[in-house]
């Protein structure tokens, strides 16, 4: 139903940040959470960041604790992935998605709406 399309992808240097926007076609509160996802050449998509729409319980994998920062803006049916300090193995295809069930692990399973994604390549 709803269209997400993602933007701000590029090439950075290791160290460098970039913020990722995810435009939605109608409001994000129709949904129970939103993520972005990534997935590497020949790996599986794996969970980077999800939240909640109301703002609570902010997943992060491991990975990527205190570098990147996950942010919604309802008015403009935005949502973004700020990411600092980023390294080689962050490359990858970055997806915006969405659900609307109840999700609890940030799980690419869990997600039943999907952007196209926007290419991330850092360089060392």
């Known amino acids: 139903q709803v269209q997400l399309v993602e933007s701000g992808g590029g090439l950075v240097q290791a160290g460098d940040s970039l913020r990722l926007s995810c435009a939605a076609s109608?409001?994000?509160?129709?949904?129970?959470?939103v993520g972005w996802f990534r997935q590497a050449a020949g790996q599986e998509h794996e969970g980077v960041s999800c939240?909640?729409?109301?703002?609570?319980?902010?997943y992060y994998r491991d990975s990527v604790k205190g570098r990147f920062r996950i942010s919604t803006d309802k008015a403009n049916n935005k949502i973004y992935l700020q990411m600092n300090s980023l390294k080689p193995e962050d490359a990858a295809v970055y997806f915006c998605?969405?659900?609307?069930?109840?999700?609890?692990?940030?799980?690419?399973?869990?997600?039943?709406?999907w952007g196209q994604g926007t290419q991330v390549t850092v360089s060392s």
């Open positions: 109608e409001s994000i509160d129709h949904y129970v959470a």
């Open positions: 939240i909640s729409v109301s703002g609570e319980d902010p």
């Open positions: 998605a969405a659900t609307s069930f109840f999700g609890t692990d940030c799980e690419p399973n869990e997600y039943d709406h």
